[in-house]
């Protein structure tokens, strides 16, 4: 197989599969969260969170191939075991627990929020470590995604959440809702 010669050391591309398998590990877990939820969420709040869920999946399915690509074009393997997505995972499953429809999409909020922060470094370390403009301005497209997923989340609690004063109650904010 011939050399790979795009600009990047070994080093810099091996650094960048590296962030992209555990961006791909931490995706996967909340394809399957979100996807879980979207059949078990119950109460009159089902249809709303059914179909949001399913446009999320869908989307995470796209992104997960697409890093999948990437990982690929630099020369790598993207992760593709169940245990290796829970070894290189940021983010945790609940397995077992089926909360009530709030606290999942507290959850999914939760999640996401974490990969959109890991995402925020990855980009600095694309850029300023690897060189590789790239793959930040790749993970810059996923981080925006997982923004508006997060926000049209966080909208739904606070509007299943917020208290006759227009405020989210503090337990809600202790418990993760900023």
């Not at 979207?38 to 697409?66: C, K, M, N």
């Amino acid at each position: 197989m011939p050399k790979i010669n795009i600009g990047l050391t070994d080093e810099q591309r091996q650094g960048v599969i590296e962030l992209l398998n555990v961006g791909l590990a931490d995706m996967y877990l909340l394809l399957i969260k979100t996807k879980k939820y979207h059949w078990d969420v119950i109460g009159p709040q089902f249809r709303t969170l059914h179909e949001l869920w399913e446009e999320h999946y869908e989307a995470l399915t796209i992104s997960i191939d697409a890093t999948a690509e990437r990982t690929r074009m630099l020369g790598g393997y993207p992760i593709g075991t169940a245990q290796g997505f829970l070894d290189k995972a940021s983010i945790r499953e609940h397995a077992g627990d089926l909360p009530n429809a709030s606290e999942m999409v507290l959850r999914l909020v939760n999640d996401h929020e974490q990969v959109i922060r890991n995402l925020r470094e990855n980009i600095d370390r694309c850029s300023e470590e690897f060189h590789d403009e790239g793959t930040a301005d790749f993970l810059t497209g996923l981080m925006e995604q997982h923004e508006e997923m997060a926000w049209m989340l966080r909208s739904f609690l606070e509007g299943e959440q917020l208290e006759p004063s227009g405020k989210i109650p503090s337990d809600r904010i202790k418990a993760g809702m900023k």
